[in-house]
């Protein structure tokens, strides 16, 4: 059957405004996504990101709260996983252990109804079921395919599991879905069949030209096999692009942190094709940022050279460590601890140069600098906001009970050992290395989130207390507050569309 | 403690335990092959009494019924509670707790507070006693060890298997009976056979419900009331241990096989 220009190119999954919500918990959150026919799609990211839902909510395992999952073109939100034309290749293969490896693979098979061509009277089209021979042909064909010819009478239980895992793909390949679903199906193996099962994979692929949606935590495996990658935090998607694309223009620091070794430092754009992160002014590529706007950056460590005379920035090597082909060496510059690759080693102890060009140098926007909170005026110069009550300085006079929109910068928030010692208390969720300083999430006991930039490394799950100068908060009734939002909002539209 | 006084001690807790407990069986089977009236004389061997057991009609008919009981409750007990523990399984949190807890209730629940229930339940609903009472009060109070017997099957399956037979597109009833219950056949034939031996023994329950049917145990329970230690009883008493015990064994037996087998995969 000749592929014609036009449905090679148009989407076999729509995914529209997705969200699906468990016992309150968000576990995915308004994703859209298009998936083209042929495509290898991976949805990578850390455990609990809601990767592995948005997949069984493809396959029907699961219900979107809202939504709607659109499969060439018809909506199937609501199809119930066995009247799809969609397999899965589940983590632990679930394999029925009752029946060997042929029947496996026949299983689904024995189900399947094709078109005879015919039709009844009523013109609906007569379905018929595959006869004896034309399971057994499929069946063997699909068993070469996986290389397990001689394995049809065996027990699955008596496979290794690389085995067994070939067993799952050709159950599930041999029904011929429109779109595969695989959910972390290489996690089980050990590193050397991984890396076997992952070429095998991609050539199948390659061979078969079903549609491949792949779910995997390991950013490697995801480079390594995928057209497209999906890379998704929190259950949203952060980026959706090639490989090359989320490695070389990782759309933030998230994403530019979970895939690939990464120096990620904060900068302040001078102009276009220029910025300034320690203390020094570097070329770079990207545009369009706003003067002074600060800004995340990335540095791949293998896009810093090194050289003993001459350089962008002075700094020490801290240590080095052999890594096969190169040396990956930390170097203190500028109070930044830059990861760098290079194949000369540089003793430990040495003062180096470091320049980076402009291509080794990737911009992204700062997602947020400021936390904003909704509060109300406790006293002349008190508000309370988040559970507990901050003296502020009152410069509008504000009348007490006023509410107001309360917002302090990420770097004037201080977090202390003892939980006693703040206004607050809160748990660290998450720590960001961000160069020369930290970026940690923390949760207080009102269920907000407060993010913190800071010299000191925290630990997740730390116990902390927030404390707040009152110079560092700046309150604003919350009417005055939307108002002004507002109006940024649209000078950023006009801005884009520019 | 000293090793060898530890072993000592535990030797003859075991001694001990095997002596108070088989003893009388076994001197009860032994005499069973004398035809003495009195038990505790020998009178040389016969297979006297056996020879009057099979050929005591009343006897006959209550070993049928109660083999007929067994077998129906057995079955209907399998049934309800394979499909009890898939149930149960899939429910989450106090749901579980819950079923659980109620579930249990007439295996934790004083056996006598059981067949007084029972029998006042069928006096309410005027069912009258019977065939019909037995095999319900039968099949409810051994459904709870079924439960537990096929739960542990459920807790050890592959959690995406009824899922895979869905996603190769197998309807939930299909995927049901062609993927799981296979799995479970282990723990539902346990179960059977658990729910069978204890069918066959009780005692308790029946005696308030049975009506005019007579079972094995009622059986037993009248003549000694009536005529005193029959000695065509310890006959009885001798085929039904031996019966139980044989059935025991065998279980075992697979069981042991099975853990081989899957030791050896």
Not at chain 1, 151 to 163: I, N, P
Not at chain 1, 269 to 295: A, N, Q
Not at chain 1, 317 to 322: A, G, L, P, R, T
Request: proline share 3%; with cysteine.
């Amino acid at each position: 059957m000749a592929i014609t220009a036009r449905e090679k190119f148009d989407n076999i999954i729509e995914i529209k405004n997705v969200t699906k919500i468990f016992d309150g918990i968000t576990a995915v959150d308004n994703v859209n996504l298009a998936v083209r026919r042929g495509e290898f799609v991976t949805l990578l990211g850390p455990s609990g990101c809601g990767k592995t839902t948005l997949l069984r909510m493809i396959a029907g395992f699961a219900m979107p709260t809202s939504g709607t999952i659109m499969l060439e073109k018809q909506d199937v939100t609501t199809v119930p996983p066995h009247l799809r034309p969609i397999n899965t290749v589940f983590q632990k293969y679930a394999l029925f252990p009752h029946i060997n490896v042929y029947k496996n693979i026949a299983y689904g098979l024995k189900l399947k109804r094709v078109l005879t061509g015919e039709v009844d009277k009523k013109g609906n089209p007569i379905y018929r079921k595959l006869s004896k021979d034309e399971i057994d042909e499929k069946v063997k064909r699909v068993l070469k395919l996986v290389n397990l010819e001689s394995y049809g009478h065996r027990d699955v239980t008596g496979l290794s599991g690389g085995q067994q895992q070939r067993v799952a793909i050709a159950r599930a390949i041999v029904c011929e879905p429109k779109v595969l679903l695989l959910d972390e199906p290489l996690g089980a193996l050990d590193l050397k069949m991984r890396k076997e099962m992952q070429l095998e994979l991609a050539a199948m692929h390659k061979n078969i030209g079903i549609t491949f949606i792949y779910v995997t935590h390991d950013q490697e495996e995801a480079l390594t096999m995928s057209d497209k990658i999906v890379v998704m935090t929190d259950g949203a998607v952060q980026q959706y692009g090639t490989p090359k694309k989320i490695y070389d223009e990782p759309a933030n620091a998230f994403v530019a942190d979970f895939i690939g070794e990464s120096n990620i430092l904060s900068g302040v754009m001078k102009s276009d094709f220029l910025v300034e992160f320690c203390g020094t002014k570097f070329k770079c590529m990207d545009k369009g940022f706003g003067k002074d706007e600060r800004v995340d950056l990335v540095v791949r460590p293998e896009d810093i050279s090194i050289d003993g005379k001459k350089g962008a920035l002075k700094g020490e090597v801290v240590s080095s460590v052999f890594k096969g082909t190169y040396y990956e060496m930390e170097i203190l510059a500028e109070d930044y601890q830059f990861t760098v690759q290079n194949t000369v080693e540089r003793a430990v102890g040495e003062t180096v140069f470091l320049s980076i060009g402009p291509d080794g140098i990737h911009i992204m926007k700062k997602l947020k600098t400021v936390n904003e909170f909704d509060g109300v005026v406790s006293s002349e110069n008190t508000v309370a906001f988040c559970g507990g009550e901050f003296e502020f300085v009152n410069f509008d006079g504000l009348e007490k009970g006023a509410e107001v929109r309360v917002k302090i910068p990420f770097d004037k928030v201080e977090l202390t050992d003892d939980e006693k010692d703040g206004a607050i208390g809160a748990n660290v969720t998450q720590t960001l290395y961000k160069g020369s300083y930290y970026q940690v999430q923390v949760y207080t006991d009102d269920d907000t989130d407060f993010f913190v930039d800071t010299v000191d490394e925290w630990d997740m799950g730390d116990r902390v207390g927030i404390n707040i100068k009152p110079d560092d908060i700046t309150v604003t009734l919350r009417e005055r507050a939307d108002e002004i939002a507002a109006e940024e909002n649209t000078t950023e539209d006009s801005a884009d569309e520019r | 403690m000293n090793k060898n006084v530890k072993t000592g001690v535990v030797w003859s807790f075991v001694a001990l335990m095997l002596v108070f407990m088989y003893l009388p069986i076994i001197i009860l089977i032994v005499f069973s092959f004398t035809d003495a009236r009195a038990l505790g004389v020998w009178s040389g061997f016969s297979v006297e009494l056996y020879v009057d057991l099979f050929n005591n009609a009343q006897v006959m008919t209550a070993l049928g019924n109660s083999l007929i009981l067994a077998f129906v409750a057995a079955m209907l007990a399998t049934l309800l509670g394979t499909a009890a523990a898939v149930g149960i399984f899939h429910m989450r949190k106090w749901k579980k707790h819950t079923a659980n807890f109620v579930a249990n209730i007439t295996m934790e629940n004083a056996e006598i507070v059981t067949g007084v229930a029972f029998m006042i339940f069928f006096l309410v609903v005027r069912l009258p006693n019977g065939w019909i009472t037995l095999i319900i009060a039968h099949t409810m109070i051994t459904v709870p060890y079924v439960i537990l017997s096929v739960m542990p099957r459920l807790s050890q399956l592959n959690p995406n298997l009824y899922e895979a037979g869905l996603d190769l597109g197998a309807s939930p009833m299909r995927s049901m009976f062609t993927v799981i219950v296979p799995q479970l056949i282990p723990g539902m034939i346990s179960g059977f056979i658990m729910a069978f031996t204890l069918s066959l023994d009780d005692f308790i329950v029946s005696k308030f419900i049975n009506g005019n049917v007579s079972t094995i145990p009622i059986y037993l329970y009248n003549a000694l009331a009536k005529k005193g230690v029959d000695p065509t009883l310890r006959a009885l008493s001798a085929v039904l241990f031996v019966a139980v015990l044989a059935v025991l064994i065998a279980m075992n037996i697979v069981s042991a096989k099975r853990r081989k087998k899957q030791l050896v995969l």
